[in-house]
């Protein structure tokens, strides 16, 4: 048995295999345009729809049985204990407009933990997340209720509508909504 060709060595195998490679990968895009995207929650309030940014949410909940608190201002539902913890439940719109939501099937909760402010406010109902690119945000506010006014700064437009952003924090901050006593 003579051996007519010689053993192809592992560098040489591997820098063929590289050769070939290189010359049928496909090429990569000149230019990638990431774009930098906003998250919000989508809920209503009576017949205004609003978002909440994802980070100013901790959790939506299905509306928790109450205990009512006593000398608490109409828009004190009550609190709920929500896995051991104790949580207090106020209606958004009861805190705004002096009217309380009117309860039903698909009320939600939304969780805010902020600084030593951790509650629920109940909303008439949830449209789940919306995403919006950070450039198409405007401060040209459509009109608003003076009640709403300081907790919106600015909106998100797309083909659908204009959507307010309500910020939580700002209504954790508020020494209003600390004046939750009669």
Known sequence: MSQSSSPVSPVRL???????????????????????????????????????????????????????????????????????????????????????????????VLVVNHELVHSGLLVDEIYGMRHFERESWTKRLPKIDSAVAPFVQRCYENEERTWMVFSMFKLAESPRFHQAGI
């Open 14 to 108: 591997l820098l063929e295999l590289e050769r070939r490679s290189r010359r049928s990968a496909a090429e990569l895009p000149h230019k990638l345009e990431i774009l930098e995207m906003w998250n919000g929650i989508a809920f209503r309030i009576n017949e205004k729809m609003y978002m909440a940014p994802m980070n100013e949410v901790s959790e939506i909940l299905d509306l928790p049985s109450l205990t009512r608190v006593p000398n608490a201002k109409p828009w004190v539902l009550g609190v709920a204990n929500v896995r051991g913890n104790l949580l207090p439940i106020m209606d958004l719109s009861g805190f705004l407009k002096g009217a309380n939501t009117r309860q039903h099937k698909r009320s939600r």
